[in-house]
């Protein structure tokens, strides 16, 4: 069911999107009633809400999500982002920046 929503948000984006999972199920201590923390990364976002709103309407409602839309810019940029996405896993890099994400984890080691 949450391989279906990223792949959903992907077509969405025509693939010119960063979907990584984020908090506990990507720390690895996530419990079964446990959350997926997603954040869908855009090169530019315009309408964070429009955004957002879209996101959840395209998710399954059974499926415990939390999403958050940031720019590439913000991640690169922004402390508290930064270390929110510390670590994560890449759903998928249509942005080609995952390699810049991997490199949080070496910087909080």
Do not use: W
């Amino acid at each position: 069911m949450f391989r279906t929503f990223v792949n959903s948000i992907i077509n969405y984006f025509h693939g010119k999107v960063t979907v990584a999972l984020f908090g506990s199920r990507a720390r690895g201590d996530s419990r079964l009633s446990s959350d997926f923390d997603v954040a869908i990364i855009l090169r530019e976002v315009d309408d964070v809400l429009s955004i957002m709103y879209k996101m959840y309407s395209l998710k399954p409602r059974s499926l415990p999500v939390d999403i958050i839309v940031i720019s590439v810019n913000e991640i690169f940029e922004d402390e508290i982002v930064k270390k929110m996405l510390t670590p994560c896993a890449l759903m998928y890099d249509g942005l080609g920046i995952g390699h810049r994400l991997q490199e949080f984890r070496r910087e909080q080691q």
